[in-house]
């Protein structure tokens, strides 16, 4: 996410730069004489007989098993077969204690495995209910009002924007009230008005990043523009406070030139919200209404209220 500080720092340094360009003439107004914008591999041998215990339980080479004498009576096991076999036996009883043993181990395995089975959908509720609510709410509405205190002049603007998880719409509208540059008591009026889609690019409980696209139209005093335009917008909470961290800016450029940028912070108040921060914006007529290109930077603060639900 971008930095706060870095898109404040970016608004105002533009503003800096809009703020001081000379205003050949009023925007979107003639010209008059007096003025001219791995698997695990099992181990070897795991699952095979003990081979010592195989060597170990074979008869005596003296008397093999199921032979007789040479007189046809039966064989008697020489003493030594017999000594061999009972500690064989003896040798034995703790092997089968130790195989005794080890079932349990596997059924305690087993058990532990069917009670992390029956743990795990609890796990995976929690962990779904902690998704869900950092997810963005399937519908957002937020509207309000704004007004900017500009070098030479004044705006109000009203704003309206409904936002899904990733797409929405804003629409807005600014009534620009300038000073007239002749020196007489009478006022220029510019409104401005924009339609944008918006696609969420990171999406949250806890913010937004948009890029934006749409249309724009510059109403000036003696011609309007309508052309294309393009933006991106942030908002970021601020911690666990209830302060968020906003900026927006958009540019159209053709037929005018527009940019319009600002940058501040937001106290959410419930569904209410108060807004403030710094607005810039530049306008340029590309000589459209007399051949003479005319265009205006202003700056100033600005400060707005508005209900989101």
């Not at 195989?99 to 009670?115: D, T």
């Not at 399937?138 to 990733?166: C, K, N, S």
């Not at 249309?215 to 309508?226: D, G, K, N, Q, R």
């Not at 800016?249 to 569904?271: E, I, K, S, Y």
């Amino acid at each position: 996410m971008p930095s706060s500080k870095a898109v404040l720092g970016s608004a105002l340094t533009a503003t800096l730069l809009l703020g001081g360009a000379p205003a050949e003439a009023r925007f979107g107004k003639r010209s008059t004489p007096s003025s001219s914008g791995g698997t695990t591999r099992p181990e070897r041998g795991a699952d095979r007989p003990d081979a010592s215990h195989e060597r170990r339980s074979r008869e005596h080479p003296a008397t093999p098993v199921g032979q007789g004498s040479n007189d046809g009576r039966p064989a008697r096991e020489h003493p030594a077969t017999a000594i061999g076999k009972e500690r064989d036996a003896q040798d034995d009883a703790p092997r089968r204690r130790r195989r005794r043993a080890r079932v349990p181990v596997s059924a305690a395995v087993v058990g532990v495995g069917a009670a992390g089975a029956s743990a795990s959908p609890r796990l995976n509720a929690t962990t779904r209910t902690e998704r869900r609510r950092d997810e963005p709410v399937p519908l957002l509405v937020r509207m309000g009002a704004q007004a900017d205190w500009l070098t030479g002049g004044g705006a109000m603007g009203l704003f309206m924007a409904m936002e899904g998880r990733r797409m929405g719409l804003d629409t807005r509208i600014t009534g620009l009230t300038l000073r007239a540059e002749d020196g007489s008591d009478k006022v220029d009026r510019i409104t401005l008005l924009s339609a944008r889609v918006t696609a969420a690019l990171w999406a949250s409980a806890r913010g937004r990043v948009r890029v934006e696209a749409g249309l724009t139209s510059a109403h000036a005093p003696s011609v309007i523009f309508v052309g294309p335009s393009f933006g991106a917008s942030v908002e970021a909470c601020i911690g666990a406070s209830p302060l968020d961290v906003e900026a927006r800016v958009n540019a159209t450029p053709f037929p005018h030139r527009q940019v319009d940028a600002q940058a501040g912070m937001a106290l959410h108040l419930g569904g209410f919200n108060l807004r403030g921060g710094w607005r810039a914006l530049y306008l340029n007529d590309a000589g459209h209404v007399d051949g003479v290109e005319h265009e205006e930077g202003f700056g100033g603060p600005y400060f707005g209220l508005g209900l989101t639900f």
